[in-house]
């Protein structure tokens, strides 16, 4: 650290992602990436796009935000884009909280909440879930704070239906709702069409899950066009150009692969499935997921212990040293053939064979 560095960085505890190791290739079931790669649309639109690069892209990301509007029936004022979501989140912190409105969202739940709340110096309250690991709605009524939850929540995998969700709009009134859906796609129903009756309801989405674009960087906040124009009035004191073209023309594609992306959607649920149950009959315990990744808990074998032999046996899982947390690993669902190789493994460690 610099004796530059402004006062109120000095302790910030930033956000630790999650492995993206260069040493050897792993069966990578970590950060959540699908396994497919692209449509090829997809990767025909960046090609083409590639050749203008020398220009800036599109400040308004208009044809973008035009696709995305037909498709979901919004209008493109309804639309904000972002490199990837966690700068619409950032954005949305920046933009909404300040020293008298503070943000809540669930104490086990996405780690960069937390973080941006501490970039922002925001008071923030982290809520318990409950016992079986499930957002208790009625915990969000009454904080004076804005909100933002994961659903479905990370790492749990669990979903609040829509009713719930409305539950805590209602009694949030004067309170801006954040709802990140970066795991909607994989079984959970979006809030989208609520934007349209609540003033208070930003709704997030990422490319990085469900549509192959992690490294491309590119999320989406949904919104009444008043809060669109205050998340452009923070991207225009920021980063004008904050998508680059090809990832615009990436994102264009995308949105026209809709089916190619809902069938890998459907891969991802049954081999979520399989490795559910193969889990079970293992004795582990698995939080019911609706998310690309499963949260599972063996008796007999720490998650730590589990991570790390895995990791030595040339596979990447996720661990989280918090102490409510620590008997789980997060696996995320991978192909068929992915899911066999960790089930395999498990079985051979669980015998005593590991390493
Ligand atoms: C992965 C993830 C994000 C961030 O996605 P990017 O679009 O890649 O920035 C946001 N929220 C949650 C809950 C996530 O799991």
Redesign the pocket.
Known sequence: MSRFLRKAYRSLEVYVPGEQPRDKKYIKLN??ESPFPPSPEVLEAVANEAGDLQLYSDPECTALRKTAAELYGLKPENIFC????????NFAFGAFCDETKGMAFPSI??G?YPVYGDLYGLDCAAIPLKDDFSVDPADYFGLDKNIVI?NP??PTGMLLTVPQIRSILDANRDNLVII?E??VDFGGKSCLPLIAEYDNLLV?Q????SRSL?GA???FGFAQPEIIADLNRVKYSTNPYNINRCTLAAGEAALRSQAYYDRNCLTIIENRDYTTQALREMGFEVLPSKANFIFARHPQICGETLYRTLKDMGILVRHFSREEIAAFVRITIGSAEQMRALVNAIQTILAGGGN
């Open positions: 950060t959540n972002g490199n990837g979501s966690d700068e619409v989140l739940s996405y960069f994961a929540n990370a990140d970066a795991y997030v990422t490319f990085s899950k992690a960087r590119l999320g």
